[in-house]
C-alpha cells in the first residue's frame, strides 16, 4: 500500500496572487528537508501540498516529523493512495486504518470529493463506508460528535486518499518569505522563543551570540550553538555569528556609569549586530525582550536601545509573561538546553541598581563621555566568528 503526506495550507490560502510565490518557496523546502531521508516527489494540487515517496524505502516516520516542523503547513496527515473505487476505498481504510480502529470506541467518517466525476456524493461516501467498517468492526459505533477517531477520505484528481485524524502543523508562513533578519541568541529561555516565532512569520533567520570569555565559559557558547542547532529544525541551515565581546564590556564596566552599564551595554550590542547584519543581508534584528522584564527592558530603556542603530528591532515576546514564554519554550523543545546554567555575558558585571527610566539625553552624555568604545565596537564586529548551523549534513549555505 502506498503511503504519502498530505499538507494543508492556512494562511498561505489567503495570499491571493502571490500565492504562488509561497507555495513555490514551500515546495523548495520540503525538497531540502527530505533530501537526505530518499527520493520524495513534493508536488502541488488544489491548494494541497503531496510528498511522495518514490521507492517504498524512504524513512516516513522521520519524513513526518520533519514536515511537522516546516512554517508554512496548518495541518498534515499521512495518507494510504487509493484507486478510485468505492470497494478499493472500503479495503483500503479497513486495513491501513486497522490498528486506530482496533484501539477506538467511537469513529464517524468524513468524506471530502473534489473530483465531481466521482459517482457518489460525500455525505454518501460516508454513510457507505461507515457502515461498511460497522460491519468488519463491530466493537465500534458511530458518534459524529466526539468521535476517538475520524476516518477521512479525500476524493482528489489523481487518486483517493484514506487517513485519520490530521494533525497540526507548525503553521505560519514559509521561512524566507518574509525576508531575513539576525536574531540575538543569548541561551536563555527568552531568544530561542523569539527566533522561533518570526521565522514562523516567513523570515529567514540567522543568530549573532555576545561572548565574553573568561568571563563567559566554552560550556555557555557550546550551549548557543545546540539551541541554534534546535532552532534550525523549524528554520533549516543557519550561521551562528559570535562576537568576541571582551574588549568593549571591559571597557563598559571601567567607564560607564554604574546605573546606566546595562543599557549602554545593549546600546553597545544592537549597535555590533547592525554591522555584522548589514554585511551579511539582514535587514531586521530579533530580541527576546519582554515589557518590563527587567529593569533594561522598560519603556525607557527599549527606547533608548532602539535609538543607538537605525534596523528594526523585533520583539515577538514584548507583551508575553515568563509562564506563557516557557510554556513556548518548552513546546518547540528548547526550554531543557536554556535552563543548562552557564552564565551569559548579559549577567556578568551587572550594576546592583540599574536605572529603570533612562533618558537620552543622559545616555548620549554618558556615551560622549567614552571616546573609546566605537574602536572596541568596530574591532568586535571585524573579529565575529562564523559558526556553520547545518541542517543537513550535506547542506550548501546561502
Ligand atoms: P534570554 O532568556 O533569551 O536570555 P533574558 O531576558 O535572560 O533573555 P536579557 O539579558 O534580558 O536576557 O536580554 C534580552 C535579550 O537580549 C535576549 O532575549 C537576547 O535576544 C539578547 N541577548 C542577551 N544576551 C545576549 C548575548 N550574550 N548574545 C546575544 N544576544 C543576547
Ligand atoms: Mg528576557
Redesign the pocket.
Known sequence: MKEIIICYQGEMALKGLNKATFEAALAKTLRWRLRPLGEFKVYKAQSTMYIEPETGAEDMDEAFSRVQKVFGIAALSRAAVCEKDFAAICQTAASYLETPLRGAKTFKVEAKRSDKRFGMKSPEISRELGGFLLGRYPHLSVDVHHPDLTVMVEVRDFAAYVHADKVPGAGGLPVGTSGRAL??????????V?AWRMARRGLALHH????SPPY?SERARLK?QALAGLISGYTGSCVLYV?P?TPPQEYLRDHAPSALFTVLM?RS?LRIAERVATEIGCTAL?????LA??A??TLWALACTDSAQSLPVLRPLIGMDKTEITAAARAIGSFET?ILPYE????IFTPPHPKTRPTPEEILAAEAAMPGLPALEAAAAAGVERVRIAYNEQEEFA
Open positions: 536574531c540575538l541568541l543569548s541561551g536563555g529561555i527568552d531568544s530561542p523569539a549573532i551570540h555576545f561572548a563567559t548557543v562576537v565581546y545593549r550590542m530579533v530580541t527576546g525582550e519582554s522584564q527587567v533594561s527592558q536554556s551569559d555575558c548579559c549577567t
